[in-house]
Nanobody, 124 residues
């Protein structure tokens, strides 16, 4: 079983930056695609960025392209989401999720292991 834990959320002013981190216990993240998702109140959870197990392939939602960067450090068993130029509409609960080994589909339905989320609030 993979237990995923997010950290790094908080309150930031528009235009500011945050870096979210995602670590795992119970299993290494090696070979697992990872994804960051967010859910605002009253809205569906959406994928914002995914990274393959090797780190060679990444995907971004149009709404965050050019502002957010996903990366991973397999030696530290950690995945990051660097968020720059934050906007009030980025306010949401952010979730990290892990996929089964050696697959890569950037869709929330393909991620069986989820963290509890970390809140990001961007003030105007």
């Amino acid at each position: 079983q993979v237990r995923v834990v997010e950290s790094g959320g908080g309150l930031v002013q528009a235009g500011g930056s945050l870096r979210l981190s995602c670590t795992a216990s119970g299993s290494t993240l090696h070979g697992r695609a990872m994804g960051w998702f967010r859910q605002a109140p009253g809205k569906e959870r959406q994928a914002i960025s995914c990274i393959s197990g090797s780190g060679d392939t990444t995907n971004y939602a149009d709404s965050v392209k050019g502002r957010f960067t996903i990366s991973r450090d397999n030696a530290k068993n950690t995945v990051y989401l660097q968020m720059n130029s934050l906007k009030p509409e980025d306010t949401a609960m952010y979730y990290c999720a892990a996929q089964r080994r050696y697959s890569y589909v950037c869709s929330k339905n393909e991620f069986p292991y989820w963290g509890q989320g970390t809140q990001v609030t961007v003030s105007s």
